[in-house]
Protein backbone atom coordinates (compact mmCIF):
# COMPACT_ATOMS: atom_id res chain seq x y z
CA UNK A 1 0.00 0.00 0.00
CA UNK A 2 1.10 3.51 -0.29
CA UNK A 3 1.94 6.22 2.02
CA UNK A 4 -1.41 7.17 3.62
CA UNK A 5 -2.03 10.77 2.47
CA UNK A 6 -1.98 13.76 5.00
CA UNK A 7 -4.09 16.19 3.51
CA UNK A 8 -7.77 16.30 1.99
CA UNK A 9 -6.82 16.96 -1.28
CA UNK A 10 -4.27 14.15 -1.03
CA UNK A 11 -7.39 11.76 -0.33
CA UNK A 12 -9.31 13.49 -3.07
CA UNK A 13 -6.75 12.80 -5.16
CA UNK A 14 -6.79 8.53 -4.86
CA UNK A 15 -10.15 9.01 -4.94
CA UNK A 16 -10.50 10.49 -8.17
CA UNK A 17 -8.13 7.43 -9.28
CA UNK A 18 -10.37 4.63 -8.17
CA UNK A 19 -11.78 2.33 -10.77
CA UNK A 20 -15.39 1.71 -8.97
CA UNK A 21 -16.93 -1.42 -10.17
CA UNK A 22 -20.69 -0.94 -9.85
CA UNK A 23 -21.84 -3.89 -11.43
CA UNK A 24 -23.45 -6.92 -8.95
CA UNK A 25 -21.15 -9.78 -8.23
CA UNK A 26 -23.31 -13.23 -9.00
CA UNK A 27 -21.60 -16.50 -10.25
CA UNK A 28 -18.55 -15.45 -9.66
CA UNK A 29 -18.55 -12.97 -11.59
CA UNK A 30 -19.74 -8.97 -12.48
CA UNK A 31 -22.75 -8.34 -14.19
CA UNK A 32 -25.26 -5.88 -14.75
CA UNK A 33 -28.78 -6.02 -13.82
CA UNK A 34 -30.94 -8.07 -16.61
CA UNK A 35 -32.58 -5.25 -17.83
CA UNK A 36 -29.57 -2.71 -18.07
CA UNK A 37 -31.10 -0.15 -15.12
CA UNK A 38 -28.49 1.26 -12.99
CA UNK A 39 -28.83 4.43 -10.70
CA UNK A 40 -26.49 7.83 -9.79
CA UNK A 41 -24.77 7.43 -6.50
CA UNK A 42 -24.26 10.46 -4.82
CA UNK A 43 -21.55 11.29 -2.43
CA UNK A 44 -23.07 12.66 0.81
CA UNK A 45 -19.41 14.69 1.18
CA UNK A 46 -20.42 17.59 -1.67
CA UNK A 47 -23.73 16.18 -2.92
CA UNK A 48 -22.28 14.84 -6.46
CA UNK A 49 -22.67 11.97 -8.46
CA UNK A 50 -19.54 9.53 -8.91
CA UNK A 51 -21.04 6.39 -9.39
CA UNK A 52 -23.43 4.94 -11.18
CA UNK A 53 -24.82 0.99 -9.70
CA UNK A 54 -26.72 -1.78 -10.74
CA UNK A 55 -30.33 -1.82 -10.04
CA UNK A 56 -30.87 -4.96 -9.76
CA UNK A 57 -34.88 -6.07 -9.22
CA UNK A 58 -36.79 -9.67 -9.37
CA UNK A 59 -34.70 -11.23 -12.55
CA UNK A 60 -30.90 -10.73 -10.89
CA UNK A 61 -32.05 -11.92 -7.43
CA UNK A 62 -33.84 -15.15 -9.25
CA UNK A 63 -30.46 -15.56 -10.90
CA UNK A 64 -28.64 -15.13 -8.01
CA UNK A 65 -30.64 -17.53 -5.76
CA UNK A 66 -30.22 -20.52 -8.49
CA UNK A 67 -26.84 -19.72 -8.39
CA UNK A 68 -26.85 -19.83 -4.42
CA UNK A 69 -29.06 -23.46 -4.41
CA UNK A 70 -26.57 -25.24 -7.38
CA UNK A 71 -23.36 -24.43 -5.26
CA UNK A 72 -25.66 -25.62 -1.84
CA UNK A 73 -26.65 -29.12 -3.95
CA UNK A 74 -22.52 -29.51 -5.41
CA UNK A 75 -21.76 -29.74 -1.84
CA UNK A 76 -18.60 -27.93 -3.29
CA UNK A 77 -18.64 -24.80 0.01
CA UNK A 78 -21.06 -26.76 2.16
CA UNK A 79 -19.56 -30.41 2.13
CA UNK A 80 -15.68 -28.45 2.07
CA UNK A 81 -13.37 -29.82 5.04
CA UNK A 82 -13.37 -27.71 7.78
CA UNK A 83 -9.37 -26.88 7.56
CA UNK A 84 -10.37 -25.76 3.56
CA UNK A 85 -13.27 -23.57 4.35
CA UNK A 86 -10.51 -21.92 7.31
CA UNK A 87 -7.79 -21.48 4.73
CA UNK A 88 -9.87 -19.75 2.50
CA UNK A 89 -11.59 -17.30 5.05
CA UNK A 90 -8.23 -16.83 6.42
CA UNK A 91 -7.11 -15.79 2.87
CA UNK A 92 -10.06 -13.53 2.52
CA UNK A 93 -9.54 -11.74 5.86
CA UNK A 94 -5.96 -10.68 4.48
CA UNK A 95 -7.20 -9.94 1.47
CA UNK A 96 -9.40 -7.35 3.20
CA UNK A 97 -6.35 -5.94 5.03
CA UNK A 98 -4.54 -5.94 1.52
CA UNK A 99 -7.08 -3.89 -0.03
CA UNK A 100 -8.22 -1.62 2.70
CA UNK A 101 -7.34 2.27 0.88
CA UNK A 102 -9.51 0.73 -1.56
CA UNK A 103 -12.42 -0.16 0.86
CA UNK A 104 -11.95 2.85 3.19
CA UNK A 105 -12.32 5.59 0.17
CA UNK A 106 -15.25 3.76 -1.41
CA UNK A 107 -17.08 3.74 2.53
CA UNK A 108 -16.42 7.39 3.00
CA UNK A 109 -17.30 8.52 -0.56
CA UNK A 110 -20.38 6.30 -0.22
CA UNK A 111 -21.83 6.93 3.32
CA UNK A 112 -19.70 9.94 4.01
CA UNK A 113 -17.75 8.91 7.37
CA UNK A 114 -14.30 10.43 7.91
CA UNK A 115 -12.06 8.28 6.11
CA UNK A 116 -9.67 8.34 9.78
CA UNK A 117 -12.40 5.94 10.99
CA UNK A 118 -12.78 3.82 7.70
CA UNK A 119 -9.34 3.10 7.26
CA UNK A 120 -8.66 2.25 11.19
CA UNK A 121 -12.31 0.93 12.18
CA UNK A 122 -14.25 -0.30 9.43
CA UNK A 123 -12.07 -2.06 7.28
CA UNK A 124 -10.07 -3.58 9.82
CA UNK A 125 -12.71 -4.80 11.84
CA UNK A 126 -14.44 -6.52 8.51
CA UNK A 127 -11.51 -8.28 8.35
CA UNK A 128 -11.29 -9.38 11.31
CA UNK A 129 -14.51 -10.57 11.73
CA UNK A 130 -14.03 -12.91 8.91
CA UNK A 131 -10.87 -13.73 9.92
CA UNK A 132 -12.44 -14.74 13.77
CA UNK A 133 -15.20 -17.19 11.76
CA UNK A 134 -12.60 -18.96 10.02
CA UNK A 135 -10.80 -19.45 12.94
CA UNK A 136 -14.08 -21.20 14.23
CA UNK A 137 -14.34 -23.18 10.77
CA UNK A 138 -12.89 -26.70 12.43
CA UNK A 139 -14.32 -25.91 15.94
CA UNK A 140 -18.15 -26.54 15.39
CA UNK A 141 -19.32 -29.54 16.78
CA UNK A 142 -22.00 -32.11 16.87
CA UNK A 143 -23.65 -33.82 20.06
CA UNK A 144 -24.35 -37.31 20.60
CA UNK A 145 -27.19 -38.06 23.02
CA UNK A 146 -27.29 -39.45 26.02
CA UNK A 147 -29.40 -42.49 25.29
CA UNK A 148 -29.64 -46.04 26.92
CA UNK A 149 -27.63 -48.67 25.05
CA UNK A 150 -29.04 -49.73 22.51
CA UNK A 151 -29.11 -46.79 20.36
CA UNK A 152 -27.08 -43.82 19.46
CA UNK A 153 -28.80 -40.48 18.26
CA UNK A 154 -26.17 -37.89 16.77
CA UNK A 155 -27.51 -34.32 16.81
CA UNK A 156 -25.92 -32.65 14.14
CA UNK A 157 -25.88 -28.74 13.11
CA UNK A 158 -25.99 -28.62 9.37
CA UNK A 159 -26.52 -25.27 7.14
CA UNK A 160 -29.75 -23.96 6.13
CA UNK A 161 -29.11 -23.40 2.62
CA UNK A 162 -29.21 -19.85 1.08
CA UNK A 163 -29.09 -17.20 3.23
CA UNK A 164 -30.43 -13.66 2.06
CA UNK A 165 -28.30 -11.18 4.06
CA UNK A 166 -29.92 -7.42 3.63
CA UNK A 167 -28.14 -4.81 5.55
CA UNK A 168 -28.06 -0.91 6.55
CA UNK A 169 -26.07 1.54 4.94
CA UNK A 170 -24.22 2.96 8.60
CA UNK A 171 -21.69 0.03 8.83
CA UNK A 172 -21.73 -1.67 5.16
CA UNK A 173 -18.40 -3.50 5.57
CA UNK A 174 -18.57 -4.18 9.49
CA UNK A 175 -22.42 -5.70 9.33
CA UNK A 176 -22.04 -7.18 6.25
CA UNK A 177 -18.94 -8.97 7.69
CA UNK A 178 -21.14 -9.28 10.61
CA UNK A 179 -23.56 -12.07 8.34
CA UNK A 180 -21.24 -13.21 6.05
CA UNK A 181 -18.48 -14.60 8.45
CA UNK A 182 -20.78 -16.60 10.21
CA UNK A 183 -22.95 -17.74 7.25
CA UNK A 184 -20.46 -18.92 5.25
CA UNK A 185 -18.10 -20.66 7.94
CA UNK A 186 -21.45 -22.61 8.54
CA UNK A 187 -21.75 -23.70 4.98
CA UNK A 188 -24.33 -21.92 3.39
CA UNK A 189 -24.43 -19.79 0.66
CA UNK A 190 -24.91 -16.15 0.96
CA UNK A 191 -26.45 -13.30 -1.49
CA UNK A 192 -25.50 -9.98 0.07
CA UNK A 193 -28.12 -7.12 -0.70
CA UNK A 194 -26.39 -3.81 0.61
CA UNK A 195 -28.44 -0.58 0.85
CA UNK A 196 -28.62 1.18 -2.00
CA UNK A 197 -26.89 3.99 -0.12
CA UNK A 198 -23.55 2.08 0.30
CA UNK A 199 -23.45 -0.90 -1.84
CA UNK A 200 -19.47 -0.18 -3.52
CA UNK A 201 -17.47 -1.65 -0.46
CA UNK A 202 -19.74 -5.08 -0.57
CA UNK A 203 -19.18 -5.21 -4.17
CA UNK A 204 -15.80 -5.49 -3.99
CA UNK A 205 -15.94 -8.00 -0.69
CA UNK A 206 -17.41 -10.27 -3.80
CA UNK A 207 -14.06 -10.32 -5.90
CA UNK A 208 -12.07 -10.86 -2.65
CA UNK A 209 -14.14 -13.95 -1.60
CA UNK A 210 -13.32 -15.07 -5.48
CA UNK A 211 -9.81 -14.23 -5.60
CA UNK A 212 -9.51 -15.84 -1.88
CA UNK A 213 -10.79 -19.67 -3.49
CA UNK A 214 -14.74 -19.46 -2.50
CA UNK A 215 -16.26 -21.25 -5.22
CA UNK A 216 -18.73 -19.90 -7.52
CA UNK A 217 -22.43 -19.23 -6.35
CA UNK A 218 -21.28 -19.47 -2.58
CA UNK A 219 -21.28 -15.61 -2.30
CA UNK A 220 -23.42 -13.55 -4.35
CA UNK A 221 -23.64 -9.47 -4.10
CA UNK A 222 -26.68 -7.83 -5.40
CA UNK A 223 -27.11 -4.37 -4.97
CA UNK A 224 -30.61 -2.18 -5.34
CA UNK A 225 -33.47 -0.58 -3.36
CA UNK A 226 -35.20 -2.31 -0.70
CA UNK A 227 -38.84 -2.70 -2.67
CA UNK A 228 -37.10 -3.52 -5.68
CA UNK A 229 -34.37 -5.69 -4.67
CA UNK A 230 -34.39 -6.23 -1.21
CA UNK A 231 -38.44 -7.31 -1.36
CA UNK A 232 -38.02 -10.11 -4.06
CA UNK A 233 -35.00 -11.52 -2.16
CA UNK A 234 -37.31 -11.83 1.54
CA UNK A 235 -40.42 -13.47 -0.49
CA UNK A 236 -38.22 -15.64 -2.56
CA UNK A 237 -39.34 -19.39 -1.61
CA UNK A 238 -35.81 -20.83 -2.26
CA UNK A 239 -34.25 -18.67 0.11
CA UNK A 240 -33.78 -20.71 3.29
CA UNK A 241 -33.29 -17.02 5.56
CA UNK A 242 -33.62 -13.95 6.14
CA UNK A 243 -30.61 -12.01 7.77
CA UNK A 244 -31.69 -8.57 8.20
CA UNK A 245 -30.29 -5.36 10.25
CA UNK A 246 -31.78 -2.09 9.51
CA UNK A 247 -35.08 -0.18 10.86
CA UNK A 248 -37.72 -1.48 13.28
CA UNK A 249 -39.95 -0.82 10.59
CA UNK A 250 -38.52 -2.78 7.19
CA UNK A 251 -37.52 -5.60 9.97
CA UNK A 252 -41.30 -6.53 10.69
CA UNK A 253 -42.27 -6.50 7.01
CA UNK A 254 -39.35 -9.54 7.09
CA UNK A 255 -41.63 -11.07 9.46
CA UNK A 256 -44.78 -10.66 7.07
CA UNK A 257 -42.81 -11.76 4.15
CA UNK A 258 -41.75 -14.85 5.42
CA UNK A 259 -45.01 -15.79 6.41
CA UNK A 260 -45.98 -14.79 2.96
CA UNK A 261 -43.43 -17.02 1.26
CA UNK A 262 -41.76 -20.46 2.86
CA UNK A 263 -42.11 -19.53 6.78
CA UNK A 264 -37.95 -19.27 6.14
CA UNK A 265 -36.13 -18.00 8.97
CA UNK A 266 -35.42 -14.77 10.04
CA UNK A 267 -33.38 -13.21 12.69
CA UNK A 268 -33.31 -9.25 13.04
CA UNK A 269 -31.37 -6.37 14.39
CA UNK A 270 -33.40 -3.51 14.52
CA UNK A 271 -33.36 0.02 15.61
CA UNK A 272 -32.39 1.41 19.03
CA UNK A 273 -32.88 4.66 21.63
CA UNK A 274 -30.20 3.71 23.83
CA UNK A 275 -30.21 5.26 27.01
CA UNK A 276 -27.41 6.51 29.88
CA UNK A 277 -28.30 6.25 33.56
CA UNK A 278 -26.30 8.77 35.09
CA UNK A 279 -26.74 8.96 38.57
CA UNK A 280 -25.34 11.48 40.90
CA UNK A 281 -22.18 9.72 42.46
CA UNK A 282 -20.66 9.24 38.57
CA UNK A 283 -17.88 10.33 37.14
CA UNK A 284 -18.79 12.96 34.72
CA UNK A 285 -16.04 13.78 32.83
CA UNK A 286 -15.40 9.73 32.22
CA UNK A 287 -19.25 10.20 31.09
CA UNK A 288 -19.43 13.19 29.44
CA UNK A 289 -16.26 11.55 27.07
CA UNK A 290 -18.49 8.32 26.47
CA UNK A 291 -22.02 10.08 26.19
CA UNK A 292 -20.41 12.47 23.36
CA UNK A 293 -18.15 9.87 21.55
CA UNK A 294 -21.46 7.17 21.59
CA UNK A 295 -23.39 9.90 20.08
CA UNK A 296 -21.06 11.71 18.01
CA UNK A 297 -19.25 8.61 16.54
CA UNK A 298 -20.19 7.69 12.87
CA UNK A 299 -22.57 11.35 13.19
CA UNK A 300 -24.83 9.06 15.26
CA UNK A 301 -26.00 6.64 12.04
CA UNK A 302 -25.48 4.37 15.16
CA UNK A 303 -27.95 1.84 16.11
CA UNK A 304 -26.87 1.35 19.37
CA UNK A 305 -25.92 5.45 19.96
CA UNK A 306 -26.71 6.37 22.91
CA UNK A 307 -29.04 8.84 22.17
CA UNK A 308 -31.05 9.49 25.25
CA UNK A 309 -28.94 10.70 28.90
CA UNK A 310 -31.36 10.15 31.33
CA UNK A 311 -29.20 12.04 33.91
CA UNK A 312 -29.57 13.02 37.70
CA UNK A 313 -31.63 16.40 38.24
CA UNK A 314 -28.68 17.49 40.50
CA UNK A 315 -25.76 16.98 37.79
CA UNK A 316 -27.78 17.16 34.64
CA UNK A 317 -26.44 21.40 33.58
CA UNK A 318 -22.70 20.32 34.68
CA UNK A 319 -22.96 16.52 32.80
CA UNK A 320 -24.72 19.03 29.46
CA UNK A 321 -21.50 21.22 29.87
CA UNK A 322 -19.02 18.46 29.67
CA UNK A 323 -20.72 17.07 26.66
CA UNK A 324 -20.69 19.96 24.32
CA UNK A 325 -16.65 19.96 25.74
CA UNK A 326 -15.50 16.80 24.84
CA UNK A 327 -17.28 17.37 21.63
CA UNK A 328 -15.17 20.65 20.88
CA UNK A 329 -12.23 19.74 21.90
CA UNK A 330 -11.78 16.24 20.47
CA UNK A 331 -14.94 15.07 17.90
CA UNK A 332 -14.85 18.07 15.33
CA UNK A 333 -16.61 17.82 12.39
CA UNK A 334 -15.13 18.34 8.75
CA UNK A 335 -15.08 17.47 5.42
CA UNK A 336 -14.48 13.21 5.59
CA UNK A 337 -11.19 13.49 4.04
CA UNK A 338 -9.61 15.61 6.53
CA UNK A 339 -7.09 13.39 8.16
CA UNK A 340 -8.10 15.26 11.44
CA UNK A 341 -11.97 15.24 11.33
CA UNK A 342 -13.57 12.73 13.62
CA UNK A 343 -17.48 13.54 12.28
CA UNK A 344 -18.21 14.01 8.48
CA UNK A 345 -21.43 14.07 6.52
CA UNK A 346 -25.06 12.44 6.95
CA UNK A 347 -25.72 9.65 4.43
CA UNK A 348 -27.96 12.00 2.34
CA UNK A 349 -29.77 14.63 1.99
CA UNK A 350 -33.01 13.30 3.30
CA UNK A 351 -31.41 12.02 6.55
CA UNK A 352 -30.07 15.27 7.08
CA UNK A 353 -33.39 16.96 6.36
CA UNK A 354 -34.38 14.32 8.92
CA UNK A 355 -32.20 15.09 11.59
CA UNK A 356 -32.85 18.90 11.23
CA UNK A 357 -36.68 18.25 11.30
CA UNK A 358 -36.00 16.32 14.47
CA UNK A 359 -34.09 19.35 15.93
CA UNK A 360 -36.90 21.32 15.12
CA UNK A 361 -39.60 19.60 16.51
CA UNK A 362 -38.09 19.16 19.74
CA UNK A 363 -37.65 23.01 20.39
CA UNK A 364 -41.81 22.46 19.30
CA UNK A 365 -42.06 20.23 21.96
CA UNK A 366 -40.48 22.19 24.50
CA UNK A 367 -36.48 20.86 24.24
CA UNK A 368 -33.86 23.50 24.39
CA UNK A 369 -30.67 23.31 22.11
CA UNK A 370 -27.94 23.55 24.06
CA UNK A 371 -25.35 22.59 21.71
CA UNK A 372 -25.33 22.85 17.67
CA UNK A 373 -28.64 22.54 16.18
CA UNK A 374 -28.02 23.54 12.75
CA UNK A 375 -26.87 22.25 9.35
CA UNK A 376 -22.79 22.55 8.77
CA UNK A 377 -20.71 23.00 5.43
CA UNK A 378 -23.56 24.06 3.49
CA UNK A 379 -20.97 25.80 0.82
CA UNK A 380 -19.43 22.09 0.06
CA UNK A 381 -22.72 21.07 -1.29
CA UNK A 382 -22.95 18.04 1.13
CA UNK A 383 -24.91 17.52 4.24
CA UNK A 384 -23.71 17.51 7.68
CA UNK A 385 -25.83 18.84 10.87
CA UNK A 386 -23.97 20.40 13.76
CA UNK A 387 -23.29 17.73 16.60
CA UNK A 388 -26.29 18.57 18.74
CA UNK A 389 -27.66 18.59 22.31
CA UNK A 390 -31.04 18.74 23.63
CA UNK A 391 -31.95 19.46 27.39
CA UNK A 392 -34.89 19.80 29.54
CA UNK A 393 -36.83 16.76 27.61
CA UNK A 394 -39.09 14.29 28.77
CA UNK A 395 -39.56 10.89 27.70
CA UNK A 396 -42.74 11.31 26.36
CA UNK A 397 -41.54 13.50 23.39
CA UNK A 398 -40.90 12.10 19.87
CA UNK A 399 -37.44 12.92 20.29
CA UNK A 400 -37.28 10.90 23.17
CA UNK A 401 -39.33 7.62 21.86
CA UNK A 402 -38.26 8.14 17.85
CA UNK A 403 -34.92 7.14 16.19
CA UNK A 404 -33.42 10.19 15.10
CA UNK A 405 -30.24 8.59 13.89
CA UNK A 406 -28.31 11.84 13.98
CA UNK A 407 -25.29 13.53 16.16
CA UNK A 408 -28.41 14.18 18.47
CA UNK A 409 -28.70 13.26 22.11
CA UNK A 410 -31.76 14.15 24.46
CA UNK A 411 -31.02 14.85 27.62
CA UNK A 412 -33.92 13.81 30.34
CA UNK A 413 -33.68 14.59 34.23
CA UNK A 414 -34.75 12.22 36.69
CA UNK A 415 -35.14 11.97 40.61
CA UNK A 416 -34.83 8.60 41.89
CA UNK A 417 -33.00 5.34 40.58
CA UNK A 418 -36.66 4.05 40.60
CA UNK A 419 -37.54 6.33 38.00
CA UNK A 420 -34.43 6.00 35.81
CA UNK A 421 -34.86 2.73 35.50
CA UNK A 422 -38.39 3.41 34.57
CA UNK A 423 -37.18 6.30 31.83
CA UNK A 424 -34.92 3.93 30.31
CA UNK A 425 -37.22 1.05 29.56
CA UNK A 426 -39.95 3.31 28.90
CA UNK A 427 -39.40 2.95 24.70
CA UNK A 428 -39.95 -0.13 22.13
CA UNK A 429 -36.61 -0.71 22.08
CA UNK A 430 -33.97 -2.56 23.79
CA UNK A 431 -30.57 -2.70 22.05
CA UNK A 432 -28.07 -1.02 24.62
CA UNK A 433 -28.19 0.83 27.75
CA UNK A 434 -25.27 2.96 30.01
CA UNK A 435 -25.22 3.28 33.99
CA UNK A 436 -22.90 5.38 35.07
CA UNK A 437 -22.03 5.32 38.36
CA UNK A 438 -19.32 4.56 41.59
CA UNK A 439 -21.92 2.42 43.88
CA UNK A 440 -21.66 -1.22 42.24
CA UNK A 441 -24.65 -1.59 44.43
CA UNK A 442 -26.91 0.92 41.98
CA UNK A 443 -24.74 -0.82 38.87
CA UNK A 444 -25.70 -4.45 39.36
CA UNK A 445 -29.60 -3.45 40.66
CA UNK A 446 -29.79 -0.87 37.09
CA UNK A 447 -27.68 -2.99 34.67
CA UNK A 448 -30.35 -5.98 35.88
CA UNK A 449 -33.49 -4.21 35.37
CA UNK A 450 -32.64 -2.29 31.98
CA UNK A 451 -34.22 -4.20 29.57
CA UNK A 452 -31.43 -4.29 26.86
CA UNK A 453 -29.11 -7.03 24.98
CA UNK A 454 -26.29 -4.95 26.00
CA UNK A 455 -25.45 -2.91 29.41
CA UNK A 456 -22.17 -1.04 29.83
CA UNK A 457 -21.38 -0.29 33.19
CA UNK A 458 -19.21 2.98 33.11
CA UNK A 459 -18.37 2.52 29.72
CA UNK A 460 -19.54 2.79 26.42
CA UNK A 461 -19.60 1.18 23.16
CA UNK A 462 -16.87 -0.92 24.05
CA UNK A 463 -17.51 -4.17 21.70
CA UNK A 464 -15.57 -7.42 20.76
CA UNK A 465 -16.50 -10.36 18.43
CA UNK A 466 -16.30 -12.25 21.56
CA UNK A 467 -19.46 -10.89 22.95
CA UNK A 468 -23.22 -11.27 20.87
CA UNK A 469 -24.58 -8.01 19.88
CA UNK A 470 -28.29 -7.59 19.32
CA UNK A 471 -31.46 -6.46 21.17
CA UNK A 472 -34.55 -7.40 23.22
CA UNK A 473 -37.65 -5.88 22.52
CA UNK A 474 -38.40 -4.31 19.13
CA UNK A 475 -34.65 -4.17 18.60
CA UNK A 476 -35.18 -7.50 17.34
CA UNK A 477 -34.17 -10.99 18.08
CA UNK A 478 -30.95 -13.51 17.20
CA UNK A 479 -27.72 -12.43 17.70
CA UNK A 480 -24.43 -10.86 15.74
CA UNK A 481 -20.43 -11.75 16.69
CA UNK A 482 -19.83 -14.81 19.33
CA UNK A 483 -19.92 -18.54 18.49
CA UNK A 484 -23.51 -18.08 18.94
CA UNK A 485 -24.27 -16.08 15.70
CA UNK A 486 -23.38 -19.41 13.87
CA UNK A 487 -26.44 -21.31 15.23
CA UNK A 488 -28.94 -18.85 13.65
CA UNK A 489 -27.28 -20.11 10.27
CA UNK A 490 -27.44 -24.05 11.18
CA UNK A 491 -30.27 -26.49 12.30
CA UNK A 492 -29.87 -29.21 13.82
CA UNK A 493 -30.74 -32.54 12.63
CA UNK A 494 -31.32 -35.85 14.55
CA UNK A 495 -29.50 -39.35 13.39
CA UNK A 496 -30.73 -42.06 15.08
CA UNK A 497 -29.60 -45.68 15.02
CA UNK A 498 -30.99 -48.72 17.16
CA UNK A 499 -28.74 -52.12 17.53
CA UNK A 500 -30.02 -55.08 18.17
P1 LIG B 1 -33.80 0.34 6.34
O1 LIG B 1 -34.64 -0.56 7.17
O2 LIG B 1 -34.44 1.44 5.60
O3 LIG B 1 -33.01 -0.50 5.25
C1 LIG B 1 -32.22 -1.63 5.60
C2 LIG B 1 -32.10 -2.54 4.40
O4 LIG B 1 -33.41 -3.02 4.07
C3 LIG B 1 -31.58 -1.85 3.14
O5 LIG B 1 -30.75 -2.76 2.45
C4 LIG B 1 -32.85 -1.59 2.35
O6 LIG B 1 -32.64 -1.53 0.95
C5 LIG B 1 -33.68 -2.81 2.71
N1 LIG B 1 -35.12 -2.63 2.55
C6 LIG B 1 -35.85 -1.50 2.71
N2 LIG B 1 -37.15 -1.74 2.46
C7 LIG B 1 -37.25 -3.06 2.16
C8 LIG B 1 -38.33 -3.93 1.79
N3 LIG B 1 -39.58 -3.48 1.71
N4 LIG B 1 -38.05 -5.23 1.57
C9 LIG B 1 -36.80 -5.70 1.66
N5 LIG B 1 -35.74 -4.94 1.95
C10 LIG B 1 -35.96 -3.63 2.21
O7 LIG B 1 -32.67 0.86 7.33
P2 LIG B 1 -31.50 1.89 6.98
O8 LIG B 1 -32.11 3.24 6.89
O9 LIG B 1 -30.66 1.39 5.86
O10 LIG B 1 -30.60 1.76 8.30
C11 LIG B 1 -30.88 2.43 9.45
C12 LIG B 1 -31.60 1.53 10.44
O11 LIG B 1 -30.84 0.35 10.68
C13 LIG B 1 -31.76 2.18 11.79
O12 LIG B 1 -33.06 1.95 12.28
C14 LIG B 1 -30.73 1.46 12.65
O13 LIG B 1 -31.02 1.45 14.01
C15 LIG B 1 -30.77 0.10 12.09
N6 LIG B 1 -29.54 -0.63 12.43
C16 LIG B 1 -29.59 -1.63 13.37
C17 LIG B 1 -28.43 -2.31 13.74
C18 LIG B 1 -28.46 -3.41 14.78
O14 LIG B 1 -27.52 -4.19 14.81
N7 LIG B 1 -29.47 -3.49 15.62
C19 LIG B 1 -27.23 -1.98 13.15
C20 LIG B 1 -27.20 -0.96 12.20
C21 LIG B 1 -28.37 -0.30 11.85
Given at each position: M??R????????A??A?L??????????????????????R??P??????A??A??????I?R????????VE?G????????H???V????A????????????L????????????????VP?????????????????????PL?????A??R?E??????A?V????????????????????????????E??P???L?????A?E?GL??????????????AG?P???H????????????E??K???????????????L???????????????????????A?????N???????????????????A???K??????S?IP???????????G???????????L?Y?????????????????????????Y?????L???????????????G????V?????????????????????A??????MN??H???????????W????????????F?G????????D??????D?????KT??T???
Open positions: LDPTTREGWTRAAKIEGRAFVDGAYIPARDGATFAISIDGKVFHVDCGEADHAVKGARAASVWRDADPLKKKLLRFELIRENAEELALETLDVGKVIANTLDVDLCANCIQYYAELADKIYDEVAGPKDVMVKPLGVIGIPWNYPLIIGAWKIGPALVAGNSVILKPAQSLGSVLGRLKAPDGVLHVVPGFGEKKLALPDVDMIAFTGSTVGLMMVYAGQSNMKRVAECGGKSPHVVMPDADLDAAAEAIWGIYYQGETCHAGSRVLAHASIRSLVEIAEAQRRLGHPFDPGAQLAMVEERQMHRVGIELGQKEGARIAHGGGRALAETGGFVEPTIDGATNAMHIAQEEIFPVVVIPFATEAEAVRLANDTIYGLAAVWTRDAARLSRAIRAGTVVNTYDRSSLATPGFRQSGFGRRSPHAIKYMDLIWSFR
